[in-house]
């Protein structure tokens, strides 16, 4: 790894140096981790402004089906009317199973994406220990 200073003007010992060059991995690893949370946020947010998108739509397709039932003595049109606001609900029902689905996916998502990252973390302990160790001897 290089982090843009020769090892030899920074005059440090190679445990000095291995401890630097731990703390870096470990806060790039810090920093990963926190765009993964704010990412995990970011879709979390999306779905549930999805599902507030299937309700506005529903709200819509019940208001224009009074809108015919109400205001329009077509027999024809009524049946649209009708049909509209049979449909309202279904688009709502629609939307929760979406809604359920979606947010049942992300977090088993973030729940094995966790369990790498300590996975990785814990492996990486290990092996700067190891590498610590070995220079030591």
Do not use: W
């Not at 879709?43 to 329009?72: D, H, K, P, V």
């Amino acid at each position: 790894m290089n982090d843009g200073l020769s090892e030899e003007k920074k005059g440090l010992s190679q445990d000095e140096m291995a401890r630097e060059r731990t703390e870096l991995s470990e806060l790039r690893t810090g920093m990963a981790t926190e765009r993964t949370d704010l990412a995990y946020e970011r879709t979390a947010l999306t779905n549930s402004q999805t599902f507030l998108a299937y309700c506005r739509t529903a709200i819509g397709t019940f208001a224009a089906g009074i809108g015919m039932f109400e205001f329009i003595n077509n027999p024809n049109i009524i049946h649209v009317g009708v049909g509209l606001m049979i449909a309202s609900p279904i688009i709502v029902i629609i939307g929760v199973i979406h809604f359920l689905r979606v947010r049942h996916r992300i977090e088993s998502e973030a729940t094995r994406r966790k369990q790498v990252t300590e996975m990785l973390e814990r492996e990486f302990r290990e092996t700067a220990d190891e590498i610590a160790a070995n220079e030591k001897k």
